[in-house]
């Protein structure tokens, strides 16, 4: 570990360890941001999933951490909280963005064992079908976990798209190899989404679908501990899109939840947590009261409702919750 990580490890520790540290806190909400929950830690911690994926050993050492610090609280509580009311520790709710199966399969074990609620945001397209999500399907089948076969196929396909795969992805340093393809994958945003689609039909379907279905919607929801909300239907950056497409993502992601689910929340997830003017607009318009984005900052009852702060979770900081003691500090002196 660096100097400068045990810098901001001690910062965080001290920012929630003293009374002095704690005080800007007072009266504030933090909303967490995670996607995946892996079976593995040591495959969360490759730089190219790191961002996107926590192992089960992070994950349950973070909701420990959290249940330490913070009163623990669905994101309705959250948001709803009457602000006069300030709890002796700040309130912080986890977010889980696209409906991965593995939120089911591996998170939901350790958030009812540690008894800590969360909300899931569903790219409602995904839910119950075979459709991949594009950066998991592409990295993963480039990364080698699909064989050397659909490796080299793929790679066709994309210099074919004219994305030729930078000469670093064949380094033997398995770390620079990872973050070379995480650089590598971010270069594909720019792509069509029609394109990117062709991609990951090019790619192996894989063995188990990505997403979850709705009876795990259900069963998840019945637990009385999760809730969920929309995050795109197609999961298309919803700033890119006209005002017909944009009605159609907002609308067919609304009534898939209405049908799927018994309590939909009234808060709308941006896929990439892209939104301008007119996206918090529709948002709004569509019965949206809330609309989580990406930046990061506190919650604290001002600001705009739809473009709501965020911090992300990464394997790093899930492992050294001290880091994101850090980056919520600094969240409070923008
Ligand atoms: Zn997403």
Request: aromatic share 8%; glycine share 8%; proline share 7%.
């Amino acid at each position: 570990m660096s100097i400068k990580q045990v810098f901001k490890r001690t910062g965080g520790w001290l920012y929630l360890n003293t009374s002095l540290g704690r005080g800007p806190l007072r009266g504030a909400g933090v909303i967490l941001m995670l996607h995946r929950v892996l079976t593995n830690d040591r495959a969360a911690e490759l730089p190219h999933r790191n961002e996107l994926c926590v192992g089960p050993e992070a994950f349950e050492h973070l909701l420990i951490w959290l249940q330490r610090y913070f009163e623990c609280v669905p994101l309705m509580s959250l948001l709803l909280a009457d602000p006069e009311s300030v709890p002796n520790r700040p309130r912080v709710a986890l977010t889980f963005d696209d409906g991965w199966r593995d939120n089911a399969v591996n998170a939901f074990p350790l958030l009812r064992q540690y008894q800590v609620p969360a909300s899931i945001f569903l790219s409602t397209d995904f839910i119950g079908s075979r459709q991949h999500f594009w950066w998991e399907s592409i990295g993963e089948t480039l990364w080698g976990s699909h064989g050397q076969v659909a490796r080299h196929s793929l790679i066709e396909h994309l210099q074919h798209a004219g994305k030729p795969l930078p000469v670093m992805l064949d380094d033997l340093d398995v770390e620079r190899r990872s973050l070379s393809l995480l650089h590598y994958l971010q270069s594909l945003k720019t792509l069509e989404p029609q394109v990117l689609s062709d991609l990951t039909q090019a790619c192996p379907p894989g063995s188990q679908p990505q997403a979850l279905n709705w009876s795990q919607v259900r069963m998840l929801e019945d637990s009385g501990l999760i809730r969920f909300g929309p995050h795109g239907a197609s999961h298309a950056i919803l700033t890119g899109l006209d005002d017909q497409r944009l009605h159609e993502e907002l609308t067919r992601s609304r009534t898939a939840l209405e049908n799927g689910c018994a309590q939909p929340l009234p808060v709308y997830c941006y896929p990439n947590g892209d939104n301008d003017e007119r996206v918090r607009q529709f948002v709004a318009a569509h019965g949206y009261a809330f609309g989580l984005g990406t930046e990061t900052g506190l919650y604290r009852h001002d600001g705009d409702p739809l473009n709501l702060p965020r911090f992300g979770v990464s394997q790093r900081n899930a492992q050294h919750p001290e880091l994101l003691a850090w980056r919520i500090r600094r969240g409070t002196h923008p």
